[in-house]
């Protein structure tokens, strides 16, 4: 009995340190162009209902959207704001990359290079807040969410 119990005590401290309420950010990255930049992570959702990420905010910005890339009607490729959230589905996961969804920050208010730390709070609908720090690297690729990479070459996301 004892030993059984230390076995689960064990285990225990073996699980992830990011087992916290639910969702998880996996692999954040910033990237950065001047004054603004774009943020990909992908999200985790261990929970068995869904849940939406709503908002961002950031100490490292003076605004901070969740926004979408994509081909308009007119076939040309432009961002616009996602006011309904990014849907993370139950027990799934939600991928935010080049080309695709994205958290964008304005009005950085510090200049970052490569290997700073930015500071993201994001608001979910049922986990609530966590806060995530990434490192500034705008040399990592990630596989477009949509669309082609060439958009990415020229708007910087
Ligand atoms: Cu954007």
């Known amino acids: 009995m004892k030993l ?14 990011c087992a916290h309420d639910g969702v998880h950010i996996i ?7 001047g004054p603004s930049g ?22 490292d910005a003076g605004m901070v959207m969740l926004m979408t890339s994509g081909a308009g009607s007119d076939g040309v490729m432009k961002m616009s704001g996602v006011p309904d959230g990014f849907a993370v589905p139950a027990n799934g996961e ?12 304005m009005s950085l208010t510090r200049s970052l290079k ?3 730390m930015v500071t993201l709070v994001l608001t979910f609908a049922k986990a609530g807040e966590v806060q995530v720090s990434m490192p ?10 949509v669309g082609p990479t060439a958009f990415d070459a020229q708007s910087g996301h």
Do not use: C, Q, W
């Not at 059984?4 to 340190?17: E, M, Q, R």
């Not at 692999?27 to 162009?33: E, G, K, L, S, T």
């Not at 500034?136 to 969410?145: C, G, Q």
């Open 27 to 33: 692999d954040p990255y910033a990237r950065v162009i």
């Open 114 to 116: 490569a290997g700073d």
């Open 38 to 59: 774009a943020v990909y992570f992908r999200i985790g959702n261990d929970e068995a209902v869904d849940d939406t990420l709503i908002s961002a905010s950031s100490p």
């Open 4 to 17: 059984t119990l230390i076995a689960a005590f064990a285990a225990l401290l073996a699980l992830p340190a």
């Open 94 to 105: 939600r991928v935010l990359a080049s080309g695709g969804d994205h958290v964008m920050l």
């Open 136 to 145: 500034v690297d705008n040399d990592r690729k990630t596989p477009p969410a």
